[in-house]
């Protein structure tokens, strides 16, 4: 090959692969518009089962303490805001982190399916990133698939006795692959490889983004690691305050001056302590607090 | 034991610790409050003026005392509580802590919808306070696009729209601007010309000398002093131990009256305009 | 940051009925989806951009970048389904590399693009919504649908707290690089570390601080407010369904007219 049309190929190469590489180092979500329909209903057809444990399992939280709606709220928000906050990044390039890894260690995979649509939801219509048609298909792979992944790994390394730190990188860090993996498929499911069918076409998309993802995901696994850690080392009462969320059904929940932040004892919640409490302390308590 | 309804709020013997923490909030706190009042509480950061405030609408409930609102003791029932709510308003210190709703609207009407208002009814109530608290230039932006003292206003319509009895405002100048601060001092004298008694934190000892009937003075979760302005800004001791200064215009008062330049017997000025008449 | 939501407070067409807005939105998107028409795709992404640019008062430069914004998942994901590396070439293009090809049939092609005008279309559908109309509006309209009402509620708190988190979290971000917490790597990492754990704690603190407030003013279990809605207008309603019945006969007819 002649040197000039050379050095015009590798420049060309440079260039598509910077084009590549920098802009696109983003969470993965599939783009509005970008999914036929029929996969569209699918896929949030195959969420709503996980969506409506996790509403009705949020909705027992509520109900038995009315204060946690405030609580469970200010977690999505702040899966949101974590997700939407630049990371550090080895290319220089603007990533961000999915939160949906952290989310599941911190409140539980039930909380985060529905936190998590609710946070994409947000995050296509303030932010563009995703859309109200392929919500399905990325409430899957990011709220349902990954946190599940993330919350049996963390799990399964506390039960083998595995190290704390490398516990939580593998749970976020195996997540985040998870995620980007059920998104390829997701992707190659719809728009099958003329040559080779869906398995060539995933293996496309699981090359294309892989650039992107693999770094993003461990960098997220450091940061979800630091974050953890930092947790539970300074600020144990606040875990043990939204431990609630992620309690099996049937555990003994934790006891009540545990449960509220900081031990700040309010009125609503001792009054369930009423029938314990002697009359004279409090005057003429009628009736304890009825749900 | 014959209940004074002269007394809007009286408070007996109160104690509250915070879970966790060894030292009392709250001491043997023992207060009356008239009703229609002006009142100042005053003291250092950690005095227990804020869990006073929340004792007072029933949020945090005292380990030991008793609290009467209007002549009856707080009843820890859900309705006991409700109704002492509807008494009882507290504009809270920080603005974000208590506005929940990005829209203006949406979150002045919550509170009167509460209290069981037909929409109709609530949409007019509504209304008349963004009116008269001068929200109507923002009332269709976001929460989140408010400035301070914006959001402070909007925070006042929030309880306002209620028309409690008791309206307790925790430093409500705090981090306002002069303008903003004015505004609210404003809006605080026309609570008072509604018959609403005013209960107000403040670091502000010029301020409160002035405006207040009475003054509390709080250390240590106990009232060390109560009484009108002039007598509590007199108490040297009690404002030493309070942390805080003497008001500036009495200060000055007393040098011109050591200094000769003004007579003995005149009446201490509350403001700056009243020393200048004396002089 | 969050642009789209300022953007959104300030559209010339924010007080139209939300209910039709978002009727309007979903209808069209619905429709370029079904139909994956260019035709239609090009009609729907030229009558969205008349409405935000044109009716909506949205400057054109900055619709235009946030056109971009999915841009860079467009173009890879689609080079991903045009581009097959085989070893039989197929009809639009072969490169050869040693025995494989890096080729893509026509037809491939023809959907590539056809998949691109049928996502902006659809972009250009949400951001008509999101761009026109305000968040509370739009939970509003939600509340009308009769979805659960705790689902409600929880969209409503967390719209609003993600505003006053993002003010935090942007605090203590300046606090940080002011004390030189981004010099490197580690450090950045450090101090995103810090952040989250700090942005944490506190969310925590408000979310109780927020329920007393609530409290304080009587909530009862369920928030009710009162919404200032603009009555829907038949006129535009009729207008909606015009379009919307335009839109079909495209798709299915090769009308001269648009071809």
Redesign the interface.
């Known amino acids: 090959m002649p040197k000039k049309k050379k050095i015009l190929l590798r420049a060309y190469i440079a260039f598509a692969a910077l084009f590549v590489i920098a802009p696109a180092s983003n969470a993965m979500h599939i783009m509005e518009g970008y999914l036929p329909a029929g996969y569209c209903v699918a896929w949030g057809v195959i969420c709503l089962p996980f969506l409506i444990a996790g509403f009705i399992s949020l909705k027992k939280k509520v109900k038995e303490n009315r204060r946690n709606l405030t609580l469970i709220a200010m977690s999505g928000a702040f899966i949101f805001v974590i997700s939407s906050l630049k990371i550090p990044s080895v290319t220089g390039s603007c990533s961000h982190m999915t939160g949906t890894g952290l989310g599941a260690i911190l409140f539980g995979p039930a909380a985060v399916s529905v936190l998590g649509i609710i946070v994409l939801i947000f995050q296509a219509v303030l932010l563009a990133h995703g859309g109200l048609t392929t919500l399905g298909a990325n409430t899957f792979s990011m709220a349902i698939a990954g946190p599940l992944v993330s919350f049996g790994i963390y799990k399964l390394c506390r039960a083998a006795k595995v190290n704390r730190r490398v516990g939580v990188f593998l749970a976020a860090f195996l997540g985040d692959i998870f995620t980007y993996c059920v998104t390829s498929i997701q992707l190659a499911l719809a728009y099958p490889s003329e040559a080779g069918g869906v398995a060539a076409s995933a293996v496309k998309f699981l090359g294309v983004f892989a650039p992107t993802q693999l770094p993003l995901a461990v960098i997220e696994g450091i940061l979800t690691v630091v974050i953890v850690i930092g947790l539970e080392t300074y600020a144990k009462p606040e875990l043990k305050s939204i431990g609630f969320l992620r309690d099996t059904p049937g555990k003994q929940p934790p006891c009540l001056h545990e449960r509220i932040f900081a031990g700040q004892r309010t009125a609503n919640d001792s009054c369930r302590e009423l029938s314990e409490v002697s009359r004279d302390r409090i005057g003429e308590a009628k009736h304890p607090l009825s749900d | 034991m014959i209940r004074d309804k002269e007394w809007v709020i009286e408070v007996y013997d109160v104690s509250y610790t ?4 060894e030292e009392k909030a709250l001491d043997g706190l023992n207060l009356k409050i008239r009703r229609g009042a002006k009142v100042a509480f005053m003291g250092g950061n950690g005095s227990g003026k804020s869990t006073f405030f ?1 004792c007072l ?5 005292p380990d ?1 005392g ?1 609290i009467c609102i209007d002549g009856n ?1 707080i ?4 309705k ?3 109704d002492v ?2 008494k009882v ?2 504009v ?1 210190q ?1 603005p ?8 203006v ?3 002045i ?3 009167i ?3 069981g208002i037909d ?1 109709k009814t ?2 007019k109530e ?1 209304e008349d306070v963004i009116e008269e608290l001068e929200i109507t230039p923002f009332q ?6 408010l400035s301070g003292g914006q959001k402070k206003q909007v925070a006042i319509a ?2 306002l729209v ?1 028309h409690p009895e008791v309206m307790i405002l925790d430093e409500p100048a705090a981090a306002l601007d002069p303008r903003h601060t004015r505004k609210v001092q404003e809006i605080v004298e026309r609570l008072t010309e509604k018959g609403i008694t005013v209960l107000m934190a403040t670091h502000d000892i010029d301020y409160a000398y002035a405006w207040a009937d009475e003054i509390v003075l709080m250390h240590e979760g106990k009232v060390i002093r109560q009484g009108t302005p002039l007598e509590v800004c007199s108490d040297r001791s009690a404002l030493e131990t309070a942390n805080l200064e003497m008001p500036a215009v009495l200060k000055l008062h007393e040098r011109l009256k050591e200094k000769g330049m003004i007579p003995e017997e005149t009446v201490p000025p509350r403001t700056v305009d009243e020393l200048v008449e004396i002089l | 940051m969050l642009l789209i939501d300022k953007l959104s407070y300030q559209s010339k067409l924010r007080y139209v009925n939300a209910s039709e807005k978002l009727m309007y939105a979903v209808l069209t998107l619905v429709l370029c989806i079904l139909s994956r028409s260019v035709r239609v795709a090009v009609l729907v992404f030229a009558v969205n951009g008349i409405l935000t640019v044109g009716k909506g008062g949205i400057p054109l430069f900055r619709y235009i970048k946030l056109l971009m914004i999915p841009f860079a998942f467009l173009i890879v994901g689609t080079a991903a389904i045009m581009v097959n590396i085989s070893e039989t070439p197929l009809d639009a293009f072969a490169i050869t590399i040693g025995k494989w090809y890096i080729t893509g049939s026509r037809a491939g092609v023809y959907q590539g693009l056809r998949l691109c005008s049928t996502a902006f279309a659809a972009v250009s559908c949400l951001y008509f919504l999101s761009l026109n109309t305000v968040m509370t509006d739009i939970l509003g309209t939600c509340r009308k649908l009769h979805l659960p009402p705790l689902l409600i509620e929880l969209m409503l708190l967390i719209y609003r707290f993600i505003f006053v988190l993002s003010k935090t979290a942007h605090a203590i971000t300046v606090s940080q690089q002011s004390r030189l917490g981004n010099r490197n790597f580690r450090t950045q990492i450090r101090a995103f570390g810090a952040l989250g754990s700090a942005l944490f704690v506190l969310a925590l603190k408000r979310s109780n601080a927020l329920y007393d407030a609530m409290e304080s003013r009587c909530y009862d279990g369920s928030i009710r407010v009162l919404s200032r809605e603009q009555p829907a207008s038949k006129k535009e309603i009729a207008g909606i369904i015009m379009f919307e019945v335009i839109l079909i006969l495209i798709w299915f007819c090769n009308w001269p007219v648009c071809g």
């Open positions: 915070y879970d966790g923490n929340l609408n029933g949020i945090r409930k030991a008793e003791p009843n820890y029932t859900r006991g509580l409700l709510r509807k308003g507290i809270f920080e974000d802590d208590q506005l929940f709703s990005a829209s609207y949406e979150e009407s919550f509170g919808l509460n209290l929409e609530a949409q509504v269709d932006r976001p929460a989140h696009a929030d309880i209620m």
